[in-house]
Every structure is written in C-alpha cells, then in structure tokens.
C-alpha cells in the first residue's frame, strides 16, 4: 500500500474556502451532506490565515468519508483513476498556511500501477536511480514495465513509489498545475511515498 505526505506550502484558502462554499450552496450532494458554518466570502477574508487552516482541517479530518470520493474525483483529474483508502490533514507545526496532506493509497493490483500510473511521471532520465546498478535492461518505458511486472508485488510497489519520489518535482508542478486549472493558488513544499 502506497503512502504520500503533501507538504503544502501555500494555498490561497480565500479562493478555496470560497469555491467550497459556493459548490455546497449550489451542490449540497457533491459534499455529501456536509455542514459548512453559514460563512460569505468577505467573512472568510477577514478570519486570520492559521484560523482558516484550523478550520480547514478541522473539516477534512471530521468529515473525511465525505471527502475521500472528492479527493479521489481531483486527483484522478491528474494523476489518472485512483482509490483513497485514508485522508488526513495536520496544519499544527506549519506556517500561516501550511498543511501536511496525508494520503493512503487503497491497494492496487501491480499491473494496473504499472500500466496506467508510471507512465504518467517515467522518466528515462531517472530511471537507473530507481532500478539500481543490478538492472541491465533498456531504460524504454515498455521494457521497464515487463521488468516490474516481474517482480513480486513488495518489490513492485516499492519501485513505484520510488520511481515517484525520484520524480516528485514533476509530481508537485502537476498538482499545482491541476490546483491551477481549478482556480486555485497552491505550492507545494515536497512529496514523501512509502510503501506500507
């Protein structure tokens, strides 16, 4: 099981809360029910920022099985279809709008990692990083993927998440980039994988 923790850096939680606020009042169903304070959007400018950080985490952690299908519903937007097996969001060691995003990753079967995630981020250039010096094969993404489908399941997923570490910075721009098209302003600080 795949592990990642989102050091979030900055993100224009105005912009954010609001959106959130405007997609419950004009879709209540896509929040599952979930009850906002009765907040406007010049209300939201005036709360300090690590208040809005409180608040936001406050929300996700308390009401996560209500947000685990929207998280899963965005990222699918960029990293292509994933299932979320936990959420959390810590924001107490942070700055004024900081947060740690933490996302367990449901289990996947290796082939469908393999075939629809890695080619999202592989990169040649990488690759001998993430292989090791033992590898003697072709850095081509197709002779990469039969390499992996070779391995046991462990091994599998700890090349995975290595090979998404190795290329985290790519990981990151493309969700901020996603964060972006959303209309939402967002860096991200770094990208943690583990293999539980």
Known sequence: MIKAILAIGHINYDEFLERIL???KQHPEQLGGMKL????GKMLKMIPSHKKNEML??????SKDKIL???EMLLS?????VRLKDLAVNCENGGPDEATVMLEFAEYNRFYLIDNFLPLYYS??????VLGE??????????????MKQQDPKTCQLLIAKSMSVNRSYLMQLLQNGAAAGGI???MNNIRLMVK
């Not at 985490?57 to 308390?62: G, L, T, V």
């Not at 040649?124 to 990083?129: D, H």
């Open 124 to 129: 040649e250039y990488t690759a001998p990083q």
């Open 37 to 40: 304070p009765p907040f406007s």
């Open 57 to 62: 985490a406050q929300a996700m952690n308390s």
């Open 77 to 81: 937007r960029i990293l292509g279809p």
């Open 185 to 187: 302003e967002l860096r």
């Open 69 to 71: 299908p929207q998280a």
């Open 22 to 24: 405007e997609m419950a």
């Open 134 to 147: 033992n590898y003697q094969g072709s850095f081509e993404l197709g002779t990469v993927q039969n390499y």
